[in-house]
């Protein structure tokens, strides 16, 4: 029998060693798997809980006008606004419009560039989820000749 | 067994832009085989990034990224002999880790 001594030490054992578990290198980030599922914009925006965005010229995309092959079309995107907390890349047109999301930390400046796929002529947008809970996104049309997604 | 990314770091004062090359089929879901059957998805989910063991960036990806991932992001606040660490995870729970170290300017 245990007396209530040895129960809490064992506790305490027990959460040091979870306190471990948890530092492990590859951090089990959920994948949101509702929002890449979702089809549109206005749907994989509202399963990651993000407010109506707001078109802002603090936001960047750059992209190509035209894309040959939709297999592979490089993006930048990024924003000047401090306290960031997410960046997303979405496809308007895609079969799944969500195509990545980035979780920032103060070590990471708030750009990145990306290759991705297109089905077809499409919107892109860049969306910057803030900490304060606003969202601002930038825009950009991107015509594809060739279609990536049934490649 | 997966293949190791490239991972190529340029330093520029004390910030450090990385350039990454996975290796992954990124198969989208969406194609067909020669029977008109659909190729299963099967691609990269969760990427984390370290700087000297301590986590500073993750992101999620869908299947509409492009096969072998090439993509770029900036860390701050680094210097040489800083260690670089990529790891990735795909939907068949498949994973893998890759590390460099920051060279001098």
């Given at each position: 029998m245990f007396n209530?001594?040895?129960?809490?030490?064992?506790?305490?054992?027990?959460a040091a060693l979870l306190g471990t578990a948890g530092m492990l290198p590859l951090k089990a980030s959920a994948y949101d798997k509702?929002?890449?599922?979702?089809?549109?914009?206005?749907?994989?925006?509202k399963a990651l809980g993000a407010a109506a965005p707001v078109l802002s010229s603090d936001v960047t995309l750059t992209g190509p006008e035209i894309a040959d092959s939709g297999a592979s079309v490089m993006f930048a995107f990024g924003t000047s606004l401090p306290n960031v907390k997410r960046l997303l890349l979405l496809v308007d047109k895609n079969p799944s419009a969500l195509v990545a999301s980035f979780q920032l930390s103060p070590a990471v400046e708030s750009q990145f560039s990306l290759?991705?796929?297109m089905a077809q002529s499409?919107?892109?947008?860049?969306?910057a989820l803030?900490?304060?809970g606003k969202t601002f996104f930038a825009k950009r049309e991107v015509k594809v000749t060739l279609g990536g997604c049934g490649e | 067994m997966s293949e190791p990314s490239r991972i190529r770091v340029v330093p520029a004062g004390t910030?450090?832009?990385?350039?990454v090359l996975m290796n992954h089929e990124m198969e989208s879901g969406q194609r067909k085989d020669d029977n008109g059957k659909l190729i299963p998805a099967w691609h990269i989910q969760e990427?984390?990034?370290?700087?000297?063991?301590?986590?500073?960036l993750t992101a999620e990806w869908g299947t509409a990224v492009?096969?072998?991932?090439?993509?770029?992001?900036?860390?701050?606040?680094?210097?040489?002999?800083?260690k670089v660490a990529i790891q990735w995870k795909d939907n068949r729970g498949d994973t893998r880790a890759d590390e460099v170290m920051i060279g001098s300017i």
């Open positions: 209530r001594r040895q129960t809490l030490q064992h506790s305490w054992a027990v509702t929002a890449f599922e979702a089809k549109s914009i206005a749907a994989a925006l290759r991705i796929k499409s919107d892109v947008y860049a969306v803030m900490q304060d | 910030n450090a832009t990385v350039r990427v984390t990034v370290l700087l000297n063991g301590k986590q500073v492009s096969k072998n991932p090439f993509w770029q992001f900036t860390l701050k606040g680094t210097k040489a002999g800083d």
